[in-house]
């Protein structure tokens, strides 16, 4: 069992930075460990990850402007997002696949707008 707690999100101007955090409640490989988001009426789609052997991927609207980073020594996950814009606005989810499990956190809902 592992649990994924997620924080950071809120209100922030069109431009503005945020950056989310994903403690997870165990020591655990952060590989194959993410984050994915869901706007209002869409389904929930892939952010960026760390997919194995320390490579990252991200989805092409996030390029350049989000960065995800992680402390091993913490269990924590870590999303730089910068230059936002209002199509960011979405509830973000940490996501751990471990073995045939997939673990998600609660949820932080980030919201650009002016």
């Known amino acids: 069992q592992v649990l994924l707690v997620e924080s950071g999100g809120g209100l922030v101007q069109p431009g503005g930075s945020l950056r989310l955090s994903c403690a997870a409640s165990?020591?655990?490989?952060?590989?194959?460990m993410g984050w994915y988001r869901q706007a209002p009426g869409k389904q929930r789609e892939l952010v960026a990850a760390f997919t194995g052997g320390g490579l990252t991927n991200y989805t092409d609207s996030v390029k350049g402007r989000f960065t995800i980073s992680r402390d091993i020594a913490k269990n924590t996950l870590y999303l730089q997002m910068n230059s936002l814009k209002p199509e960011d606005t979405a509830v973000y989810y940490c996501?751990?696949?471990?073995?045939?499990?997939?673990?998600w956190g609660q949820g932080t809902q980030v919201t650009v707008s002016s």
């Open positions: 996501n751990k696949v471990l073995g045939p499990y997939n673990y």
């Open positions: 165990r020591s655990i490989f952060v590989d194959h």
